[in-house]
């Protein structure tokens, strides 16, 4: 049975809780409309309908806000259900992956172009970005299906399944970065290419039986 203290200090999280989903909700439109500059503390309090100090408080002020929605951004994609049917082989499952990974890039395009924006332009934001934020969270579903094929004799038994995750992940991210945010070039022409990564990425480290 929980002391009075443990109930006290429980309902004390989940106010916390509650209060910093509805500040990051608040500051994630706000930025959307107005860009990191454009936008203030006072503006996504008031939007939030929440004392502009609780900002300062849990979040640091703006960069913290903006960073932790850059953390949870990633961690939601790496959480993200699969939704298609695992494969028999290594290309059909990167390739599946690739374009599961453009459709959630596509769908957040807005958010990535504020923070590449001011990744691009704002030193100090970059440098706690890259302290704070991993560049890479594993993603458990995919894992799981590369260490069967690996299993099965699909992929090499020297081959890193961590490594193939990161190689896949960074040149999605590169792709998608600076050929789609920054020079604007088509979703399609962007799968085209990884498709050609994956083809030629995959016939170096599957099993030729």
């Known amino acids: 049975m929980m002391s009075q203290d443990d109930t006290i200090k429980k309902s004390k999280q989940r106010d916390r809780s509650v209060s910093e989903e509805k500040i990051l909700n608040a500051a994630k439109e706000v930025f959307s409309k107005y860009g990191f500059q454009g936008a203030t503390t006072r503006a996504i309090s008031k939007k939030a309908n929440m004392n502009e100090s609780l900002i300062a408080r849990y979040f640091g002020g703006k960069y913290g806000l903006l960073l932790r929605l ?3 951004m990633i961690e939601e994609g790496y ?3 699969i ?3 695992a494969q028999d ?7 599946g992956f690739v374009e599961f990974k453009l459709e959630q890039f596509k769908l957040k395009s807005g958010f990535f172009k ?3 924006s001011q ?6 934001f970059l440098k706690k970005a890259l302290e704070k934020i991993p560049l890479h969270f594993e993603h458990p579903q995919l894992t799981s299906r590369l260490k069967t094929l690996k299993e099965n004799g699909k992929i090499r038994s020297d081959v890193k399944i961590e490594q193939i995750f990161i190689d896949v992940d960074t040149q999605c991210m590169g792709i998608f970065f600076f050929q789609f945010i920054i020079r604007g070039e088509s979703t399609e022409k962007l799968l085209e290419q990884l498709k050609i990564f994956v083809k030629n ?8 039986l």
């Open 79 to 81: 959480s993200l259900e």
């Open 89 to 95: 082989n290594l290309i059909d499952e990167l390739n």
């Open 83 to 85: 939704p298609y049917p």
């Open 114 to 116: 504020i923070i590449v």
């Open 70 to 72: 850059v953390e949870n």
């Open 201 to 208: 990425y995959s016939l170096g480290i599957i099993n030729k």
């Open 119 to 124: 990744a691009l332009t704002d030193p100090k």
